[in-house]
Each structure stands twice: as C-alpha cells, then as structure tokens.
C-alpha cells in the first residue's frame, strides 16, 4: 500500500471562561493559526475543531466531543490556571492520550513523537492543577510561550512571526507518512467447539423373547389400577384439546408507529431545497463556510459543483475528490454528515443563522 499522510484534523482546547474574558482572543488565535497553517500544509482542507457553543456537559458533550476527538491527529492545548483547573479541559486531554496510543498502535512505522502542541498563554507555573498526572505529562512536553503576546494586537508582525515559527512544528508532523491506512485491530478467531459426545449404544435384544412370569395372588388388583390411570390420561388429553381448538378473540390491530418528525426529504427537488444556503464546520460559523447554491455551485476554499441523484448529495471539488452525504439530522437539517469518499473522513457541518 502506498505511503500517505494521516488527515490534517487538530482540536482546540480552552477553558471558555479565558475566551470569553478576553472578548474572544483565543477564538481569533485560533482563527489565525489555522490560516497560517493551511498556508504552509497546502491544499488539503486543514480542519480545527473548536467548541465554540454552549453544548452542555452531558450525553451530548459525550458525543459531539469525542466524536471530534477521536478523528483528530493532533491537540493544542491553552494552558491557563482555568485550563488546568477544568474538569472538561483535563478530561479532553485524556482522551487525546488514549487517542495517539491508538494511532501508534495502528501505525507501527508512525514516529513516536508527541501529537500534542502546548500554548502557554497565561502563566500556570505556580498553579495546583486538578489532575497531578495531567501536570506530569505536559510538564515532560514542550510548551510554545504565548504570555507576551496575548496583549498585543494579533494583526502585528510580531505576533504573526510568532504563529509562524509555532505552525512549522505542526506542518513538520503532518507530513510524517505512514505505509499502511488507519484500520480497527483484527479480531481474535472464536474459541473452537468441542465435539459433541458419541450417542449411547442400544441395548442388546434377546435372541428370544423371554417367557411372561407366572400370575401372582395381587394381579387383578394392578390390573385395576392400571385402568384407572389410563382413565386419568384420557380425560387430561379431551380437556386439553377442548381448549387448544376452541375458537379466540381477535387481536387488536397494531398501533403504527408514530413518525418521526425528522423524517428525511422524499424527493430530490426537496434535497436540493434543504441543502442551499450557508454552512459552517461549527455552529458559530466562524471556521470554514461554504455558501451552497441553487445553480449548482457551491464555494468553500475553492468553487465547486454540487448534485443531487436517488437522494444522495454529490459535491465535487476542483482537486477531483468527490464528497458526499446519504442523509441529513435533525427535523430541518440543522446537521448535516459529510463524508470524503477519497480519505474516508467525515466532517459534521452546521446552517449559518441569516
């Protein structure tokens, strides 16, 4: 199998509280590390999942997080005494641990150099984090020093120089390729059956049936007895088929299920209605955004065209990978699954409010 490189998908980790206080500058650093990174990587779209909505810690942040989490290849964390202190911070970072275990595990030429980019953006060093091992583990890793920036205005040279030198160690690592694709561990063969016992051997016949023994003074009274018993068994059989034959009540009719109010479009003209618009990779739609249109083209990074046929939504991109979705979510298609035919990944995008 030819050599190629794991997907470009990276998670930002904050601590909300931190964005929020700074009249969001680390959603604006993000932003901006993302950019100088598709710059430096090339044309594969680069991907950076940030939680930018109030998803709330629960079954969903369950799905939505780790979902992400466990498509991403490489982690930026934002230290701060917020970051180090959240029980969601430290519990994202666990995941990507286990995350970069497995993809060592299903690489084994992939170079065992950590996944995970640090940003020291407020200083923590004197902080008492939640996780003693947590602080063990990204003390043994780089940290790229941030803290005399988070001031300054993000749009200077200074702070674009400094972003630059940081994407290169991220750049560096996509490249790093591997000889086989990302695939599940085979499983292990089912313990064999063992053979059943041999059936017992029938008992030896007689060459001559044996003489009936002589009549004793107590036969006529088992004689008796043993016509009362097969008295017994006929009435049981007579009561038995009285009622397995006699005729029953019909069943009531089966309640149909009820539908669901999120049922998928019919037709292809009512796809082609409900994916036209503006579609962002987060809910917030301040990522990438591709306005889809209804003349058939679309604009993400580059023009394309998109088509719709037996219900499934075509899109194709100049570059010739061809990205698709059998179905939408929601009751009017809040989410909609995109899956790269080419890579095998697969991005969930969002409808852009106005």
Not at 77 to 96: A, D, G, H, K
Not at 207 to 216: D, L, R
Request: proline fraction near 12%.
């Amino acid at each position: 199998m030819p050599a190629r490189t794991l997907p470009p998908i990276g998670f930002w980790s904050y601590a909300r509280p931190d964005d929020e206080l700074s009249g969001g500058q680390l959603s604006r650093l993000r932003a901006l590390i993302r950019a100088e990174l598709q710059q430096q990587y090339g044309r594969a779209p680069i991907q950076l999942f940030q939680d930018v909505s109030a998803i709330s810690h629960g079954s969903r942040w369950e799905g939505e997080i780790r979902r992400a989490l466990d498509n991403s290849t490489f982690f930026i964390p934002i230290l701060s005494p917020s970051f180090v202190q959240s029980e969601w911070c430290v519990q994202e970072l666990r995941i990507f641990q286990d995350r970069q275990q497995r993809l060592f595990d299903l690489h084994p030429d992939l170079p065992r150099t950590s996944r995970i980019f640090p940003i020291h953006y407020i200083d923590v060093m004197e902080v008492e984090g939640l996780d003693p091992a947590v602080d063990a583990s990204l003390r043994e890793l780089q940290w790229f020093d941030f803290r005399e920036h988070r001031h300054s205005d993000f749009g200077g040279a200074d702070v674009r120089r400094t972003v630059s030198s940081f994407v290169t160690s991220v750049r560096d690592l996509l490249r790093l390729r591997v000889e086989q694709a990302e695939q599940a561990p085979a499983a292990k063969p089912p313990r064999p059956t063992p053979p059943a016992p041999p059936p017992p051997a029938p008992p030896v016949q007689p060459a001559y049936p044996a003489p009936p023994p002589p009549p004793t003074a107590g036969a006529p009274n088992r004689t008796l007895l043993i016509g009362g018993i097969a008295a017994a068994l006929v009435a049981v059989v007579a009561l038995t088929l009285f009622f397995a034959l006699r005729p029953r009540p019909a069943a009531a009719p089966a309640t149909a299920p009820a539908a669901s109010s999120a049922a998928q479009p019919a037709t292809d003209a009512e796809w082609r209605q409900r994916v036209v618009g503006r579609w962002g990779d987060n809910p917030a739609c301040n990522g990438r955004v591709a306005t889809i249109n209804a003349d058939g083209s679309y604009y993400d990074q580059a023009a394309g065209n998109w088509s719709v046929s037996n219900g499934r939504v075509t899109f194709a991109e100049p570059n010739g990978t061809i990205v698709a979705t059998p179905s939408l979510s929601g009751a009017n298609g809040e989410i909609m699954v995109l899956t790269d035919v080419t890579s095998g990944t697969a991005e969930t995008w969002y409808p852009c409010p106005g």
